[in-house]
């Protein structure tokens, strides 16, 4: 099974044999990650504090996802309908579920 670490500084890892090796995402902005969770077609979502979102699949470069930003987001929930609701500084907002090329559908 596939395991996703992500944290301080935008550092995050990904790993297709349940740790045993990692490899890390690349290009990525220097800011924490908050959030870390799996979609319902294998896709890994991340969140950032700048309320920033990516998606990956099996490892490959995160892919920016356009989304309104969520100032301060301290953290992402996906819905069963995989819509977002999104908690940050200025409350919760709900967020689409975001695309399969990086979009927001």
């Known amino acids: 099974g596939s395991v996703v670490a992500a944290g301080l ?9 349940q740790g045993t090796t ?8 220097p800011v924490s990650f908050v959030s870390a ?13 700048a309320g ?5 699949k099996n ?3 995160l892919q920016p996802v356009p989304s309104p930003a969520v100032q301060g987001l301290s953290g992402l929930l996906v819905l069963k309908d995989q819509r977002l609701l999104a908690l940050g ?6 967020l689409p579920e975001p695309g ?3 979009t927001s559908k």
């Open 52 to 56: 920033q979102l990516f998606t990956s």
């Open 22 to 29: 990692w490899q890390q995402f690349t290009a990525v902005p």
């Open 37 to 49: 969770n799996v979609l319902n077609d294998g896709r890994v979502l991340l969140g950032n504090q």
């Open 9 to 17: 500084r935008g550092h995050a890892f990904y790993s297709a044999d």
């Open 89 to 94: 500084f200025g409350g919760v907002a709900r």
């Open 100 to 102: 399969h090329n990086g």
């Open 59 to 61: 490892g490959a470069a």
